[in-house]
């Protein structure tokens, strides 16, 4: 194969422009620095080749923008990588991370775990500039950028946050990046939110917040109203769900409690039957306008722009009805064993954010005890 003195300028100026490589001599054994000539100037890739043959190629950059030298210093740097064990030709940038975790979790964990990383790294990554970046590049700075640009609230961005690291991490575990690069993101810290959930709806409020969303949102959203149930577990609703005998709706996809059955009250029950109605058993219970379920994309704005309509507090979203129906049951009287059951939470969970409201509870029962 013929060398060419690519690290002179000179020389690179007279190449012609071409899709191969013009390779120079070998810098180290096996390894080579090649140039690629293009209309607008050229870039630089290395290339190694292990003893059994195979070969190896890594894009390094823009040779306007990194002298020869550098580049042969990056062609080492990435030999004592893959020497290393890490192997960054398949998964190379953000987005490839996130998509191997995805992949990996489906594999490993199941589609409901897998669904819900894929969904979240698709409106919160996938088309963001964060997702070309390679993961030998990535900074801390860029990643609290990215976070800082997300819209939602501090402890949606933690729970992004979580998964991106989660994704990242999966990387280094699999060598597609060395383990120095963990850096970055485990010094991004999350932001500290309150533990007790105080944006609360009392009931006017939420009908007020239905009475001001389009017609076709408010059998969704008063549903939330009446139901402790996490929109995504009443958006996997289907027909086959719900047994009107029974007054009660079997949860079959949810973030944690799947198989629980909630009792429904009169009034939840007839909203639920009048939705299923002439429906067939698998399709959506409570359906989107084009008859497919509901998603996060599809009822978060309705809800912001009618929360604000409605002149109701900043924040509010559709886990604030979640939080503000449990609240109800609470403050009511029901034992937070049940309560936790068909919310599908736990029972510290339960103690965590409202056991402020227990103890309001507890205090006026035992006044009634006084002699």
């Known amino acids: 194969m013929a060398r060419f003195e690519i690290d002179k300028v000179r020389v690179r100026n007279r190449l012609?422009?071409?899709?191969?490589?013009?390779?120079?001599?070998?810098i180290?054994?096996?390894?080579?620095v090649g140039f690629r000539k293009l209309d607008g100037g050229g870039?630089?890739?290395?290339?190694q080749r292990d003893d059994d043959g195979r070969q190896r190629y890594n894009a390094i950059g823009h040779a306007?923008?990194?002298p020869y030298d550098d580049a042969v210093k990056a062609a080492h740097a990435w030999a004592k990588q893959v020497d290393a064990g890490v192997d960054t030709s398949e998964v190379q940038t953000v987005e490839d991370a996130c998509k191997a975790y995805v992949k990996d979790r489906r594999r490993e964990v199941g589609d409901a775990n897998a669904d819900d990383a894929d969904g979240r790294f698709t409106r919160t990554v996938y088309g963001h500039t964060i997702a070309k970046v390679k993961l030998?590049?990535?900074?801390?700075?860029?990643?609290?950028?990215?976070?800082?640009?997300?819209?939602?609230?501090?402890?949606?961005?933690?729970?992004?946050?979580s998964a991106l690291k989660a994704a990242l991490n999966y990387a280094v575990s699999s060598r597609y990046v060395e383990a120095g690069r963990a850096i970055e993101w485990t010094g991004v810290k999350p932001h500290e939110v309150t533990t007790r959930r105080d944006l609360y709806l009392n009931r006017e409020q939420r009908r007020s917040l239905v009475e001001a969303l389009?017609?076709?949102?408010?059998?969704f959203v008063r549903a939330l109203c009446l139901l402790p149930l996490r929109p995504g577990a009443l958006a996997a609703a289907t027909v086959a769900d719900l047994s009107a005998r029974r007054a009660s709706l079997r949860i079959t996809t949810d973030k944690a409690g799947e198989g629980r059955v909630v009792a429904l009250s009169p009034e939840a029950k007839k909203l639920l039957q009048g939705q299923a109605k002439s429906k067939l058993p698998a399709a959506p219970l409570i359906a989107y306008?084009?008859?497919s379920p509901w998603h996060k994309e599809r009822w978060k704005q309705p809800i912001k722009k009618a929360a604000k309509a409605a002149k109701l507090p900043a924040g509010v979203c559709a886990y604030t009805l979640r939080h503000s129906v449990i609240t109800d049951m609470l403050v009511g009287g029901m034992d937070s064993l049940t309560v936790a059951r068909m919310a599908g939470t736990?029972?510290?969970?339960?103690e965590k954010h409202y056991g402020h409201l227990l103890h309001e509870h507890a205090a006026k029962a035992m006044a009634g005890l006084a002699l």
């Open 43 to 47: 870039t630089w890739i290395a290339r």
């Open 214 to 219: 389009p017609e076709g949102a408010r059998p």
């Open 28 to 32: 180290a054994r096996g390894l080579f």
């Open 136 to 161: 030998a590049k990535l900074r801390a700075e860029q990643i609290k950028a990215w976070r800082a640009g997300l819209d939602m609230s501090d402890a949606s961005k933690n729970r992004t946050l």
């Open 64 to 66: 306007d923008s990194i």
């Open 16 to 26: 012609a422009v071409r899709r191969e490589p013009y390779w120079g001599a070998p």
């Open 289 to 291: 306008d084009d008859g």
């Open 346 to 350: 736990s029972l510290a969970m339960i």
